[in-house]
């Protein structure tokens, strides 16, 4: 199973994307706001890597992103219905998260009938908060203290994006 978008591939994970996915989740830049600090042991990533190979059909569906046949990122929803997307910082700026995303929205809603996508942003992150505002979510929430991550307290924007938005979106 692996999808196209006109610049990307998006495919299952697999065990041999171990070093290059280390290479993303070590990365302080894309790690800035991320759920946990950057990876400094491959062994972490090794587990990280593990769990998202695990995820189940019926509990989400998340995507290694390929470029040119290199491993850029990930993308997906790794528990339906919450989004969650990490590219290498060299490859921002360019629209390749938007390509990425628009393909997991339209399986989301159209072939698992999702009725909303869910994300959970730290509100300093303005790159991932603008591009979810590209992709037509809209800001449900907000709450304090929702994140312990290395030893330190960090907030959270909830927002959403329901299915009726998304398709009235991509007939315009
Ligand atoms: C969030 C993240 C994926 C956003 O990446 P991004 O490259 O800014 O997002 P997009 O793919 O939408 O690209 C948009 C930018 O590409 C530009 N662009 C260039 N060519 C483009 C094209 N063909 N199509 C669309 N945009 C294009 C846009 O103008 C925009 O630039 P700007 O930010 O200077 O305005 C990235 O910052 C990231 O990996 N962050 C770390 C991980 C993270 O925080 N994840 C979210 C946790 S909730």
Redesign the pocket.
């Known amino acids: 199973m692996e999808f196209r978008t006109e610049r990307l591939v998006l495919r299952p994970a697999r065990e041999q994307d171990l070093d290059a996915m280390h290479e993303v989740l070590s990365d302080p830049r ?5 759920s946990s600090p950057p990876h400094e042991e491959v062994a972490q990533t090794r587990d990280w890597l593990a769990s998202m190979i695990a995820i189940q059909p019926s509990e989400g569906e998340d995507f290694i992103v390929e470029l040119d046949g290199t491993l850029i ?1 990930k993308a997906g929803l790794w528990r339906f219905p919450e989004i ?4 290498r ?1 060299e ?9 990425a995303l628009s393909l997991v929205l339209d399986r989301a809603f159209g072939v698992h009938g999702l009725a909303r996508v869910e ?4 509100p300093r ?1 303005h ?2 908060l ?2 979810l505002k ?1 992709l037509g979510f809209r800001e449900t929430g907000r709450k304090d203290h929702t994140w312990l991550v290395g030893g330190q307290w960090f907030d959270s924007v909830y927002l959403e994006l329901d299915a009726t938005a998304w398709n009235e979106r991509s007939r315009t």
Do not use: Q
């Open positions: 894309a790690m800035a706001y991320w990122g969650g997307f990490i590219l910082s490859h921002w700026g360019r629209g390749y998260a938007k390509e994300a959970d942003v730290d992150n790159p991932s603008a591009l590209r």
